[in-house]
């Protein structure tokens, strides 16, 4: 836990206080949880949203009754975007959440388990205060969250300032899909900020109930373990003939020591700067009579955002060639393959405190710390784009979780109605609290 400077005291007046009121009084648990269950059933994976997001548009602008359309960025895939204006003089705030889920029920089996889980597919279920399938928790309920949010917002005709925002994006989750565009490390929300959309704050909603003024980057490394073509009649030491499978082992162990050493140099303020080895790829098992001459190690290190994705390249080649000089014997070459810097927004900013106040409003006590955290959401992207930024959560897992459903990571698909309607009652203060104020009034 990093101890966090104490928020600044500025409690709404008694005019905002009851408008913060109306806007709670119209939050719906029971039309959340249904807009939830409608879109786990919208399969979204990476590269694929067009369904979801033009289903968010349709909802936006039918359903809430706001200014909202789809922006297409390729044929497969799109954003979702609306806005409600106020009377002019106030700031742009803009409510964001990725659309797009990690799991491709049709092609992931067996590197998601040996079957998936009812949190891995793209069907509902509702079991009392749990809804349950995949992306259910990230990133449907943050999406159906914010919805709830703009929606009673609106049924509370809210005399707003400032022009409240509400975008949805494909391409959200920490990977490039090469088959379909490249889609994924935020490339929708760089489209949606780049297209008429960028605000003078925004508000990410993600899980964990704290209040984030910063995010890790990453950065993506393949090793290339090298031996020779062969095969299995030959005798073992045959020269000439060697594995590039075996010595491989040794550099997986390598960077597996290396890792926890990488992570306690580079933490510092509330980013732990993880990393882990994703995949290990060698030959084909149609094959299996011809090992292969290459086995590639590719592994993501998340970068603090006050280390470059430069400097972590750095520290990467000193750990390379510190093994290679202890096992001379290795042949291998590296690359670096994908690179994301991490983004900080000053915690005094005016969203970062704003937000706070909603969290201690919310839990009746001050905002005393932030959690470490090593998650990755398209809010860095954000703040590198110079937009202050605030992440704000649930808490995650829900307690509840059956016993079934916590092993690894899944389908990030359990979300609690309660636990997600807490945080959109935080959301919901802040909005009130910013929107209800002139430029000058935030110092913009």
Not at 296 to 306: A, K, Y
Not at 386 to 407: N, S
Request: charged residues 20%; aromatic residues 6%; glycine residues 10%.
């Amino acid at each position: 836990m990093t101890d966090s400077s104490p928020t600044e005291v500025l409690l709404l007046d008694g005019h905002r206080r009851e408008l913060y009121e109306a806007v709670c009084a119209r939050l719906d648990a029971d039309r959340f949880r249904d807009l939830l269950v409608d879109l786990i059933g919208i399969h979204s994976p990476t590269g694929q949203e067009r369904a979801a997001s033009e289903f968010m548009a349709t909802h936006l602008r039918d359903r809430v009754g706001i200014d909202a359309r789809y922006q297409p960025i390729s044929e497969n895939t799109g954003n979702a975007i609306g806005e409600l204006r106020g009377s002019g003089g106030g700031s742009r705030l803009l409510l964001y959440a990725p659309i797009d889920t990690h799991i491709d029920p049709e092609s992931d089996v067996p590197w998601v388990g040996k079957d998936l889980r009812p949190d891995m597919l793209p069907e509902a279920s509702v079991h009392g205060d749990l809804v349950v399938g995949l992306g259910a928790s990230n990133p449907k309920c943050m999406v159906a969250g914010l919805t709830e949010v703009m929606h009673a917002v609106v049924d509370a005709e809210i005399p707003l300032i400032g022009d409240l925002a509400i975008g949805f994006a494909g391409g959200g989750m920490p990977v490039t899909m090469s088959k379909r565009d490249n889609v994924g490390m935020s490339s929708g929300v760089f489209h949606l900020l780049t297209h008429g959309m960028a605000p003078d704050h925004a508000v990410v909603l993600k899980p964990w109930w704290a209040v984030y003024p910063e995010e890790p980057g990453m950065c993506w490394f393949k090793v290339s373990v090298r031996g020779t073509f062969g095969y299995a009649g030959i005798s073992r030491g045959t020269e000439g003939f060697r594995s590039s499978i075996v010595p491989a082992a040794t550099v997986i162990q390598a960077i597996e020591e290396w890792l926890p050493e990488y992570t306690a140099r580079n933490t510092s303020g509330s980013t732990i700067p993880e990393g882990w080895i994703s995949a290990v790829r060698s030959g084909s098992p149609d094959k299996p009579a011809f090992p292969s001459a290459t086995t590639e190690i590719c592994l993501d290190v998340r970068v603090n955002p006050r280390v470059t994705p430069g400097d972590v390249r750095h520290q990467f080649a000193q750990m390379i060639d510190g093994m290679c000089k202890r096992h001379p014997d290795l042949d291998l070459d590296w690359e670096m393959y994908g690179s994301l810097p991490g983004g900080m927004t000053d915690p005094n900013n005016w969203i970062i405190q704003s937000c706070r106040r909603g969290w201690e409003e919310v839990e009746g006590r001050p905002y005393s710390t932030t959690p470490l955290l090593g998650g990755q959401t398209d809010g860095t992207l954000i703040r590198r784009l110079g937009i202050p930024c605030a992440r704000i959560g649930y808490p995650w897992p829900p307690a509840t979780t059956p016993d079934e459903l916590k092993d690894g990571l899944g389908g990030m698909g359990v979300a609690s109605v309660s636990d997600v309607m807490m945080a959109t009652k935080a959301i919901a203060y802040a909005v009130v609290d910013t929107l209800t104020r002139t430029r000058e009034d935030l110092e913009l």
